[in-house]
């Protein structure tokens, strides 16, 4: 019943900019922890950014700090991915995932905790 559609990749340079949306339907965004996760071909899945239901909390891993940002609209029920100064170690697949939950500081960034998840859009940067 839940579904996550992502969509906004694409590929651009070194230093460029780009914005991925996530639209739910079946499950509340204002009421669910939203998160977005990244994955390289051979390598894990990677959490990188995290909102509270209400949008007030964030939460962001370490190499996205500064150039990320996360954001909701509850009333549309869109998850967005806001990315700047994209370097080439960004190239990934970004997928986007929900629970009903709040979000917790120390499990937000574990793939296991969300059962909700998106198809996946892919982003390039070259230098």
């Known amino acids: 019943q839940e579904q996550l559609v992502e969509s906004g990749g694409g590929s651009v340079q070194d230093g460029g900019s780009l914005t991925l949306t996530c639209r739910g339907s079946g499950i509340a965004f204002g009421s669910a922890c939203t998160a977005w996760f990244r994955q390289v071909p051979g390598k894990e899945r990677e959490g990188i950014a995290a909102?509270?239901?209400?949008?007030?909390?964030?939460f962001l891993v370490d190499s996205v700090k500064g150039r990320f940002m996360i954001s909701k609209d509850i009333k549309r029920n869109i998850l967005y991915l806001q990315m700047h100064s994209l370097k080439p170690e960004d190239n990934a697949m970004y997928f986007c995932?929900?629970?009903?939950?709040?979000?917790?500081?120390?499990?937000?960034?574990?793939?296991?905790?969300?059962?909700?998840w998106g198809q996946g859009t892919q982003v390039n940067v070259s230098s």
């Open positions: 995932a929900a629970r009903w939950s709040q979000c917790i500081s120390g499990s937000w960034s574990n793939k296991g905790v969300y059962p909700y």
């Open positions: 909102i509270s239901p209400s949008g007030v909390k964030s």
